[in-house]
């Protein structure tokens, strides 16, 4: 990866982590992100689930006005329990999943 494009990952994700304590009003803490290839990753406990919606919300408002990456993987504990979703970017689907192989259910947004 050349210099530009990883100063560009770099300065979107301390945006995007900026956005996400503001967005979630501090809900979602323990916040780590990543770049891995073209996705970003996003680790945190959020303390309710509504905090993940508000999660989900400001990953695809800040995904859309900054595509850099073609996704985002949020991994949330909430009540001790694993949260795994992929939000898109570039593919405008309106939606999130989970992994097919984990057989959880497809969590649909509507916007």
């Known amino acids: 990866m050349n210099m530009d494009r990883w100063s560009q990952k770099n300065d979107w994700l301390n945006q995007y982590n900026e956005m996400l304590v503001e967005e979630t009003h501090g809900l979602v803490q323990q916040l780590w992100l990543d770049a891995e290839g073209d996705s970003a990753?996003?680790?945190?406990?959020?303390a309710s689930y509504y905090a993940v919606q508000l999660a989900i919300r400001a990953t695809q408002t800040f995904g859309h006005r900054h595509p850099v990456f073609d996704e985002t993987r949020l991994s949330l504990t909430v009540a001790q329990?694993?949260?795994?979703?992929?939000?898109p970017h570039r593919r405008r689907k309106g939606r999130a999943s989970t992994q097919a192989d984990t057989r959880q259910r497809e969590l649909t947004l509507v916007s």
Do not use: F, S
């Not at 990753?41 to 959020?46: D, I, K, L, T």
């Open 41 to 46: 990753v996003v680790h945190g406990r959020a």
């Open 81 to 87: 329990r694993q949260l795994k979703l992929t939000i």
